[in-house]
């Protein structure tokens, strides 16, 4: 406890034009934030300024990130912000981490109004990386538009901020601190919690974990190697997987999270994931997975570096999703993706007769399905989804080449992948998706027909997608260009900027094939690949021979 009680100032400020929330929030280099005057201050007390005062005073807001460098002086300033701003109690992360996941569960057992996030994801960290801000509601998910956008416009018209900068706050010890503020009766109160333990504390509640202990340091164990890529997951990992479930030590690497992320772009793929494949390939474990900066994205391998695809690992959780006790007791009330992912997890729930919910990307369309009763498989929580895998190989004693294989020969096989353009010229980029648009929303475009080789798709739907939120009628547009071909094949163009100004196109290519599930991927999905640039003309519009990323 200070002595004297803490001041608090309103500083005067001017509005920034640009501080327009995305799906991940508030993204730009860290050099935006710390060479724009109060670019930081303005958009946090945007945030708090959003929130009524009366649900605000007194309230709980929970703060953490990936801790990624700029990480902790943000939140230094949230704290003194949210002092100013009436917040009652502040939960923050033990050095200032919490994973995304854990985030959402944090708010939830705290009963808070909200938390923010500080993480740019699977983006690169460091002097010249991004940052971003995102904003959690009381339900543990990414706030809606309305919110976003009402943050939006606040910080357009700002003119000044509150903050209380006398206070020191120590992110070291797990406990609480209180603070006396000016002109408050009541102190303000910090609790320094263990994110890692509430984290546990749920995953425990959802997942047998003797049976995965069984599997992990019984008997017949088996060896798995998980690569936390110096993101916030590694004590997540090194507390549930090694401490508790007996994993020997030296199967988690990159455990230790780094202001850098160690210099590597904590992307949970073939390329930026390369180490974890090489040290598979010739290696012993049966099971591999890394995950991404903040632990919302993970990649699952088998044996040798067997690659399982994101949308297949989605649909096998789905298929097995008996194998995991809380949905034996509660059951299941529907699986839920994002629009661009494969529809493999479509044909389980076909076969289940388990509603299935396609939403727009990014988590928060699966916040409000998930707090209407339906406990939809959560597509976007990293090590959940490791640990459901996990169960699986528990329950079936099988490989994960097995397990694969066999759901293929089951269902057949999406085959998929993703071809990334990036930093095209934005004008360019931008036209070619209004032409685009133009182009497939013509009515003579459905039923036409486009042969390569010896392959012939004809298109039977095209739009541009839009959501219907079926819990609160919110409608989200302009989500991504779709054309569906009569065989069940996909592609979907989407676009999105950058911070660094230039454009980011993608292009989605899916294509099903019931009988031939052995194939080669990228040679399957060529022909649909050569459509997709055609009717595009990318590469004449943007002087491009190729994509630069292909997943
Ligand atoms: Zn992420």
């Known amino acids: 406890m200070n002595n004297s009680p803490l001041r608090v100032l309103t500083v005067p400020t001017s509005p920034y034009a640009d501080q327009r929330p995305g799906t991940n929030g508030l993204r730009r280099k860290v050099h935006v934030f710390q060479s724009r005057r109060n670019y930081l201050h303005n958009f946090i007390q945007s945030i708090f300024s959003s929130i009524d005062l009366r649900d605000r005073q007194g309230s709980t807001v929970v703060v953490g990130g990936d801790g990624r460098f700029f990480n902790q002086t943000a939140i230094e300033v949230i704290v003194q912000m949210a002092a100013a701003n ?38 690169p960290a460091g002097p010249d990386g991004d940052l971003g801000i995102k904003f959690n509601t009381a339900n543990g998910g990414p706030a809606n538009d309305a919110v976003t956008n009402k943050i939006y416009q606040i910080s357009r018209t700002i ?92 199967s988690a690497v990159n455990c230790v999270p780094m202001e850098d992320f160690g210099g590597q772009r904590p992307d949970p793929s073939l390329i930026y994931a390369a180490d974890l494949v090489d040290s598979m390939r010739d290696g012993e474990p049966d099971f591999g997975a890394a995950f991404d900066g903040d632990g919302d994205r993970n990649m699952i391998l088998g044996k040798h570096g067997l690659f399982v695809s994101p949308s297949d690992s989605v649909a096998i959780i789905a298929d097995n999703i008996f194998c995991i006790p809380y949905f034996q007791h509660r059951g299941v009330r529907g699986f839920a993706r994002s629009m661009p992912t494969s529809a493999a997890l479509d044909r389980v729930a076909k076969a289940t007769k388990i509603e299935l919910y396609e939403t727009p990307t990014g988590w928060k369309f699966f916040g409000n399905l998930m707090d209407a009763g339906g406990d939809h498989i959560r597509e976007k929580d990293g090590l959940w989804a490791a640990l459901a895998w996990l169960s699986i190989l528990a329950t079936r004693r099988q490989s994960v080449e097995d ?31 209004e032409d685009l648009e133009i182009m497939i929303a013509d009515k003579s475009f459905v039923k036409r027909r486009f042969a390569v080789e ?31 071909f009569s065989d069940g094949s996909r592609i979907i163009y989407r676009l999105s900027g950058t911070s660094s100004g230039g454009a980011t196109v993608r292009i989605y290519l899916e294509s099903y094939e019931k009988e031939h599930v052995f194939e080669e991927t990228q040679v399957v999905l060529s022909p649909l690949a050569t459509i997709a640039i055609k009717i595009s003309q990318l590469h004449h519009r943007t002087g491009r021979t190729g994509p630069s990323v292909i997943t």
């Open 159 to 250: 003119e000044e901020f509150a903050i209380c900068p006398g206070l020191r706050l120590d992110l070291t010890t797990v406990g609480k601190q209180t603070f006396d503020l000016e002109n408050k009766f009541k102190p303000f109160i910090v609790e320094i919690v263990d994110a890692v333990e509430s984290y546990a504390n749920l995953m425990r509640n959802i997942f047998d974990f003797a049976a995965l202990k069984e599997l992990l340091s019984g008997e017949n164990h088996i060896t798995i190697r998980l690569d936390a890529m110096h993101g916030v997951v590694g004590p997540y990992v090194k507390r549930i997987l090694c401490e508790e479930l007996g994993c020997p030590a030296n």
């Open 454 to 484: 010896d392959k012939i798709y004809q298109v039977e739907m095209a739009d541009n997608f839009e959501y219907t939120d079926p819990v609160d009628s919110s409608i989200t547009r302009n989500q991504g260009l779709r054309i569906n």
């Open 403 to 433: 397990i694969l294989k066999y759901h293929w020969l089951k269902y057949g096989r999406n085959y998929f992948t993703r071809y990334d353009y990036e930093n095209i010229d934005i004008d360019a980029a931008c036209e070619m998706m």
């Open 86 to 123: 009436g917040v009652g109690r502040l939960i923050v992360g033990h050095h200032g981490l919490m994973s995304t996941p854990a985030c959402s569960c944090v708010i939830r057992k705290f009963k808070a109004i909200g938390g923010i996030i500080l993480t740019a994801s699977h983006n």
